[in-house]
């Protein structure tokens, strides 16, 4: 059984900057997409980042634009977000999340989580002095 498996989080003061790795094990698998989400204390689940096999073609959220980068190893079975310039509205629990379906997603869809059919337990970022 497929699984994805979280690494990186952690307390960081504002301006800080963590590295959030993400690797799917558990089976031969290889996914089409894989992307980030979060969820904030007292808010919904938001897309954060993603991006797409293949092409290599990145979807960002507006508010980390700029800041956050998402980046896919070869095997396309780990995806990493490196985010600089930390907020304390990036404060959130962080979900990987994978597609496995063998058809690549629209990239207009990509920010959508009905995209991904695997999703992480989560790990906790916390920015803050």
């Known amino acids: 059984q497929v699984h994805l498996v979280e690494s990186g989080g952690g307390l960081v003061p504002p301006g800080g900057s963590l590295l959030l790795s993400c690797t799917a094990t558990?089976?031969?698998?290889?996914?089409?997409?894989m992307a980030w989400f979060r969820e904030g204390p007292g808010k919904e689940r938001e897309f954060v980042a993603s991006?797409?096999?293949?092409?290599?073609?990145?979807v960002y959220n507006d508010a980390v634009k700029g800041r956050f980068t998402i980046s896919k190893d070869r095997n396309d079975n780990t995806v990493r977000l490196q985010m600089n310039s930390l907020k304390p509205d990036d404060t959130a629990n962080y979900y990987c999340?994978?597609?496995?379906?063998?058809?690549?997603?629209?990239?207009?869809?990509?920010?959508?989580?009905?995209?991904?059919?695997?999703w992480g337990q989560g790990t906790q970022v916390t920015v803050s002095s």
């Open positions: 558990g089976g031969t698998v290889r996914t089409t997409a």
């Open positions: 999340a994978a597609r496995t379906r063998t058809s690549y997603p629209i990239v207009s869809s990509m920010s959508s989580s009905s995209v991904y059919d695997i």
């Open positions: 991006i797409r096999g293949g092409s290599r073609a990145t």
